[in-house]
């Protein structure tokens, strides 16, 4: 139930943005598709600060890793089987 109220808050108040600069909602597409994308980069944003607060590295392997495939909606890296062992392996990072 939480998350649904905290849905609708962030809702009314990206409303009052739109609001504001004059955009109609529902946006035209480009508009619309273009602040989702700015919702997501900016949702990832958080990942690398709480990593660098906590005096953990932040690589730019991580980041492909970690905070891409949430932007982009595309499969992160998979396990590769490897041909030798027949048995599944990590990537390597």
């Known amino acids: 139930m ?3 109220l ?3 808050g962030v809702g009314v108040l990206v409303g009052i943005i739109y609001g504001g600069l004059g955009v109609r909602s529902p946006a035209p597409p480009a508009v619309a598709l273009i ?6 980069i900016g949702e990832q944003v958080v990942p690398p600060v709480k ?22 909606g595309l499969p992160g890296p998979v396990a590769q089987t490897s041909k030798d062992e027949g048995k599944t392996e990590a990537p390597k990072t």
């Open 51 to 72: 990593r660098l607060l906590a005096g953990e590295p932040v690589s730019l392997v991580w980041f492909h890793r970690e905070c891409v495939p949430k932007i982009t």
């Open 2 to 4: 939480k998350l649904y």
């Open 35 to 40: 602040g989702l994308l700015g919702m997501l």
């Open 6 to 8: 905290v849905s609708l």
